[in-house]
């Protein structure tokens, strides 16, 4: 039996686990898909030795950049945007070889423009600068977008603080959450932005897809903003990487 699984902290969110043992179930296909837990990305390497089959994983928050002085090869599409969420696993020479992929950019941007067909807003704001924004980055610039980053901590030309938000809040129509502020059980939580000055020409999106109706998203809602869950970008990225790991 195949072994796949997904890396990341915390993970009880994560439906992952459920969908890809479902979808094996379905097709016949004899694998199983695991949750590993882990806080330090070096127990990484006793994952590696605990599952001698393991032949693909899904990595999630907080370790899409800190994976990759793990991996042996990383797509060039993956080294642009500076994190990873695919891995494939291969041998050779009875060692193991790891390539790191990124399909979040593949899912968001592909969600985004079934999200927003038409009158795509040309500026963008991106709240959190983690790795899942870095993809969010990359597919956002590929629309020809001008983009901002809003972090508590700005270290670059095109990044800003919270409290700047304010100012540029109304030319800045598309906002993209790619912090795991609201996501469950925590869902209460949300990104301190001022959410009194959005309007019906608003997008909010979420990349959190648990809850289905984020704090962030609601607040949105309430101010008359059209509103979308992370759940069709992360059913596209796991869909690229069924392909990625040639499950059959």
Same mark, same amino acid.
């Given at each position: &039996?195949?072994?796949?699984?997904?890396?990341?902290?915390?993970?009880?969110? @994560?439906?992952?686990?459920?969908?890809?043992?479902?979808?094996?179930?379905?097709?016949?296909?004899?694998?199983?898909?695991?949750?590993?837990?882990?806080?330090?990305?070096?127990?990484?390497?006793?994952?590696?030795?605990?599952?001698?089959?393991?032949?693909?994983?899904?990595?999630?928050?907080?370790?899409?950049?800190?994976?990759?002085?793990?991996?042996?090869?990383?797509?060039?599409?993956?080294?642009?945007?500076?994190?990873?969420?695919?891995?494939?696993? @291969?041998?050779?020479?009875?060692?193991?070889?790891? @390539?790191?992929?990124?399909?979040? &950019?593949?899912?968001?941007?592909?969600?985004?423009?079934?999200?927003?067909?038409?009158?795509?807003?040309?500026?963008?704001?991106?709240?959190?600068?983690?790795?899942?924004?870095?993809?969010?980055?990359?597919?956002?610039?590929?629309?020809? &977008?001008?983009?901002?980053?809003?972090?508590?901590?700005?270290?670059?030309?095109?990044?800003?603080?919270?409290?700047?938000?304010?100012?540029?809040?109304?030319?800045?129509?598309?906002?993209?959450?790619?912090?795991?502020?609201?996501?469950?059980?925590?869902?209460?939580?949300?990104?301190?932005?001022?959410?009194?000055?959005?309007?019906?020409?608003?997008?909010?999106?979420?990349?959190?897809?648990?809850?289905?109706?984020?704090?962030?998203?609601?607040?949105?809602?309430?101010?008359?903003?059209?509103?979308?869950?992370?759940?069709? &970008?992360?059913?596209?990225?796991?869909?690229?990487?069924?392909?990625?790991?040639?499950? @059959?």
């Amino acid at each position: &039996m195949k072994t796949y699984g997904i890396i990341g902290y915390p993970l009880a969110h @994560s439906c992952s686990p459920s969908y890809f043992n479902d979808w094996f179930k379905q097709e016949g296909i004899d694998a199983e898909f695991l949750p590993f837990e882990i806080e330090n990305i070096q127990q990484l390497e006793t994952i590696l030795e605990e599952y001698p089959h393991l032949s693909g994983f899904n990595v999630t928050i907080p370790h899409k950049q800190n994976i990759l002085p793990y991996l042996h090869e990383i797509s060039e599409e993956a080294q642009k945007i500076g994190a990873v969420n695919c891995v494939k696993i @291969s041998r050779q020479n009875g060692k193991l070889w790891l @390539s790191g992929y990124n399909t979040d &950019m593949f899912g968001f941007r592909h969600s985004l423009l079934e999200f927003i067909p038409h009158n795509m807003p040309k500026k963008a704001l991106i709240l959190g600068n983690g790795g899942a924004a870095k993809a969010v980055h990359y597919a956002l610039k590929s629309l020809g &977008m001008e983009v901002l980053t809003v972090s508590r901590h700005p270290q670059k030309q095109d990044e800003i603080t919270y409290a700047e938000v304010r100012k540029i809040i109304a030319e800045f129509r598309l906002i993209v959450n790619t912090t795991p502020l609201g996501t469950w059980p925590h869902t209460e939580d949300c990104p301190d932005i001022p959410y009194e000055l959005l309007s019906a020409e608003h997008y909010l999106y979420d990349l959190v897809y648990n809850p289905e109706v984020t704090q962030f998203m609601e607040q949105g809602r309430t101010a008359g903003a059209s509103t979308c869950n992370g759940h069709a &970008m992360w059913l596209g990225q796991a869909k690229k990487n069924w392909k990625i790991w040639e499950i @059959s």
